[in-house]
């Protein structure tokens, strides 16, 4: 026993020099994890508060590099130092010390003031993205479907999709809910989330610092391609993803124009929610409105021309009385009601795929009246 | 002699005929030590079946635009992965493998306090999972262990068979954890006050509550999601009137105190393994002791740091987050004493010594990790990203499953008679290491530049991380395959262990190995904590136990 108490002494064998060498190794690493770019592990920032998230990161990361290299570092010292000699019998045993106060009350009390410290910076930080946001902003709102995203503008009739432009160093405020499952609306370089949950409005604020095209990407499993909700991921056979969503941050200048063009693209689209089921009355459908919302929303994969002018999808004239063109939903010839199906629900068939309402943003009354009007075409 | 020594808490002594037939022995067996090697052969089982659907998945990764497999099976791959770990795998061979084995013999106990309890907790556990499996024959759930509705409510018909046998795992454990409990309380030996229960039952204390109370909050969640799928009740359905959120504030009720059962005995193995190799007591006792119990309760009110980005009221984050972080300072407290247990010790690096101190090194950086996804700015980046995954896998299998190999290696002696092959747990040590730190590791710095996870397809930019993960993994696969390897082979090959192949102190190492039916002849009497390494035992009336004095077979 007093072997063991004179050994009790003494820290073992290069214990302060190892102690110091660990020091310095934290000292390096916690500089590493201040001076090093963050876009080695983290996008560039886009948006505020992304700053003081990385502000945050650096302080845990710089902590946690400290107290990682000296756990391991004991550990392996104490590991080649204290192993067990040849030279020791088989009854050799370890110095007999149940406990320490001094040692427990301080590494007891370190992590209770490291916690205090990163519970302060964390809540300044989330007041900072939570609370302290400026009060007026761009409301903007954003659904998620399986699996795209639409988004909503105050005084634009309908829904965008594809891009959600933004004015740079304007505040945004950005409401987001879902018309299915539950989504999640990501987007790195703004180090921001939101999931979008049916029935509730889930909102972030953020202001955008940087011109530029983001990438969208859901973060929550929503079913078969949640992968392709990923502005990122390239579609099949090497094509691009047709569900790619970004957002881009546009000079004021800019996002005016993008605006503007979009009101009036959206000028005769509806904001009454569509009707994915059930059947569409096609009474009293405006040939005159289906002509001017076909230009709006169609003529970019269809032309006004026989069915063999493909631009994406086919040339629709004469697509009810054609006797030559392919007989469409169910083999007969095709009807006003089997074009209003397509219209509603989509179609995917030989020549690719045609999206449903919601996607194109259609309401029922816009589907009567594009329907009034493909039927005028002779 | 006879054999009416008295439990602490006041429970008449005697031995039970070991019941003759084979089924009785080994298949429908009452016995504490035969259910625990059954939950451990079945969870090792399920273990490579799980650890298959890791590599499918893997593999589907190797390419961004996969291509192994279609996205629809990639799904129910993953889900089934990640459920059959938690609830297969991990949870029943930490609890009702290990603590069923063990515990019973460190307290000094004959076996647990309702030894046919124990039998219907063990049988309820490989029927649940083969119809957690059979769910692939009917379209297995698709939306990952978590379930989330309204997804889980539009997925196919196996997503009810997961709710119902998932349901049934829940059972199971409820009742593994009544029966701890009141074995702990009721059985300990003479002498063993609560002071000097080894910390592998203090450890297995702390759990058995969360087993008891967590998981009955988990079957009220699977019931509402069963009936509503099967019957249209609208629990969590939004569109008639359910709340999907509810799930999952009842889901982590659970699953957060989960994550404590899943390591919490693992912390216990490790507070057991040191000190027996480092040949000198736990740094500590009273403090890791405290620790578990405080970590236990503080993991419970924690769960809705899972939901920071689910829409939870603003204020409402700065609770969860705070009290997440205070989990740091016990769980700091046991990574300390455990490294201090090291100095000044007498180290015998056995392979069961490496998976100890591995562990501390790995479960120090999935704590550390878990600390970043406490704080709720950085939380709002990462949440659902491949972040989260690295985080996850440090702890379960950095943690859990390391502590798991730990255990194996030191109590497969007690269990069978005869020592693993040293030579070839080294190389499983150090081949697992290798290849668990070069699969998880990259998965940190990929989801924070961007990867989300349950993807079968991913950004072009990230295939060299996730190349690199990919290949590591089957190098770590193959390290698992060594361990089974060994295990078969030790069973008949492996060297004659002897009671005590290590020099233990706790109760399970003075009796022979394997134990006998009714594990001691004379209940022993405690007179102090199992660490003093060189000092005489603190226990007495254990002198027959390695004799072949007679045993008396005691009537009521």
Not at chain 1, 174 to 201: E, Q, Y
Request: charged share 10%; net charge neutral.
């Amino acid at each position: 026993m007093v072997e063991n108490r004179a050994a009790a002494v003494s820290l073992g064998r290069g214990f302060w020099t190892v102690t110091a060498v660990l020091a310095v190794l934290s000292v390096i690493g916690i500089y590493f994890c201040y001076a090093e770019p963050i876009d080695l592990i983290m996008p560039a920032v886009g948006a505020q508060p992304g700053e003081q998230v990385d502000t945050l990161l650096r302080f845990m990361m710089a902590s946690g590099t400290a107290l990682f290299i000296y756990v391991a570092g004991y550990l392996i010292y104490f590991s080649i130092v204290f192993r067990a000699k040849a030279t020791d019998g088989p009854d050799a045993v370890g110095i007999q010390i149940h406990d320490h106060n001094v040692l427990e009350f301080w590494w007891t009390l370190i992590p209770t003031l490291f916690v205090v410290l990163l519970s302060i910076l964390s809540v300044k930080i989330w007041y900072q993205i939570q609370v302290a946001q400026p009060a007026n902003g761009l409301v903007v709102e954003s659904l998620g479907h399986q699996w795209y995203f639409t988004f909503r503008y105050p005084q634009v009739n309908g829904e965008v999709t594809g891009e959600m432009h933004l004015p740079i160093n304007q505040p945004v405020v950005l409401n987001t809910t879902s018309s299915d499952v539950i989504h999640s609306f990501w987007v790195p370089a703004f180090r921001l989330k939101a999931d979008m949950i049916p029935g509730l409005i889930n909102t972030i604020r953020f202001t955008p610092t940087v011109i530029g095209r983001y990438p969208i990407i859901c973060t929550e499993f929503c079913g078969t391609d949640h992968g392709m909700m990923n502005a990122q991921v390239p579609g099949e056979n090497g094509k691009a993803n047709p569900g790619a969503e970004y957002v881009v941050v546009d000079s004021p200048a800019d996002f005016q124009k993008w605006y503007h063009a979009v009101q009036l693209k959206n000028a005769n689209a509806s904001n009454a929610l569509p009707s994915t089921s059930g059947t569409i009355s096609l009474a009293g459908g405006d040939a005159a409105a289906g002509q001017a919302l076909f230009q709006q929303k169609c003529s970019a994969c269809h032309a006004i021309g026989p069915f063999s002018q493909r631009i994406v999808g086919p040339g629709l004239k004469g697509v009810l009385d054609d006797p030559t063109h392919p007989k469409l939903v169910d083999g007969d010839a095709a009807t006003p009601a089997d074009v209003a199906t397509i219209l509603q629900k989509g179609f995917t068939g030989d020549l690719g795929h045609m999206p449903d309402a919601t996607q194109n943003g259609l309401s029922d009354k816009d589907i009567a009246n594009l329907v009034a009007y493909l039927a005028s075409l002779k | 002699m006879s054999a009416t020594a008295v439990h602490a808490g006041g429970i008449a002594d005697h031995i039970h005929a070991e019941p003759q037939g084979f089924v009785r022995r080994y298949i429908f067996s009452i016995d504490h030590k035969i259910i625990g090697i059954q939950y451990l052969i079945t969870g090792f089982v399920f273990l490579i079946l799980a650890g298959m659907l890791a590599e499918v998945i893997r593999t589907q990764l190797l390419h961004a635009n996969g291509g192994f497999v279609s996205p629809d099976v990639y799904n129910e791959v993953y889900s089934m992965h990640g459920s059959s770990m938690v609830w297969l795998v991990i949870i029943p061979l930490i609890t009702g493998g290990f603590g069923n084995v063990i515990m019973p013999l460190q307290i000094g106990a004959r076996d647990v306090a309702f030894p046919w309890l124990n039998m219907l907790s063990f049988w309820i556990f490989p029927v649940a999972g083969l119809m957690l499996f059979s769910s692939f024959l009917i379209g297995a759930p698709v939306a990952g262990w978590t379930e989330y509705p309204p997804m889980s409510l539009q997925a196919g018909p196996g997503t009810s068979m997961w709710a119902a046998a998932i349901f049934l795992v829940g059972v199971s454990s409820t009742l593994t954890g009544i029966n701890f409990v009141v074995t702990m309380f009721q059985m300990r030996a003479p002498g063993m006050t609560f002071t000097r229960m080894p910390l592998f039952c203090w450890a297995q204390l702390a759990t058995a509550p969360l087993l008891m109370i967590a998981t009955t909050a988990l079957a009220a969640a699977l019931a509402a999601l069963f009936m509503e799928r099967q019957f249209g009740v609208p629990f969590y359905d939004p569109t008639k009137g359910g709340s999907p959120v509810m799930w999952q504030h009842m889901f982590w009720f659970y699953s957060h105190p989960a994550v404590y059962i899943m390591v919490l005995p693992a912390f216990g193995m490790i507070s057991e393994i040191l000190p027996v190799f480092a040949r000198k007591p736990i740094f500590g006792y009273k403090m890791i002791a405290f620790s578990s119990m405080s970590i236990a309760l503080l993991g419970f009110m924690v769960w809705a740091h899972h939901m920071f980005t689910s829409g939870l009221a603003p204020f409402l984050q700065l609770p969860f987050m705070i009290l997440t972080f205070t989990i740091a300072i016990p769980t700091g407290v046991k990574i300390f004493s455990w490294t201090a247990t090291l100095w000044g010790g007498k180290i015998h690096f056995t392979t069961s010594m490496l998976f100890a101190v591995g562990f501390v090194g790995l479960f120090a950086l999935g704590g550390i990790t878990g600390i970043f996804l406490a704080a709720v700015p950085f939380d709002f980046h990462v949440h659902g990203t491949y972040f989260v995954i690295a985080h996850f896998h440090y702890v379960l299998v950095g943690g859990s499953l390391m502590g798991v190999f730990a255990g194996t290696y030191f109590w497969f002696p007690k269990m069978t008679g005869r020592l693993m092959n040293e030579t070839l747990g080294k190389w499983h040590f150090w081949i697992f290491m290798l290849g668990f730190n070069g699969t998880f590791l990259p998965q940190h710095w990929l989801g924070m530049l961007g990867m989300p996870r349950r993807v079968p397809e991913y950004d072009p930019q990230f295939t060299f991380w996730n190349d690199f993960s990919s290949i590591s993994s089957y190098v770590m696969t193959f390290a698992i395959l060594l361990f089974f390897i060994n295990v078969l082979w030790s069973i008949r090959n492996g060297k004659k262990s002897g009671p005590n192949p290590w020099g233990g102190r706790t109760l399970e190492w003075q009796i022979p190995s394997p134990p006998h039916y009714y594990n001691f002849k004379h209940i022993p009497t405690v007179y102090g904590l199992p660490y003093d390494f060189g000092q005489p035992l603190p226990y007495r009336g254990l002198e027959e136990e390695l004799t072949d004095s007679p045993v008396h077979v005691g009537a009521h």
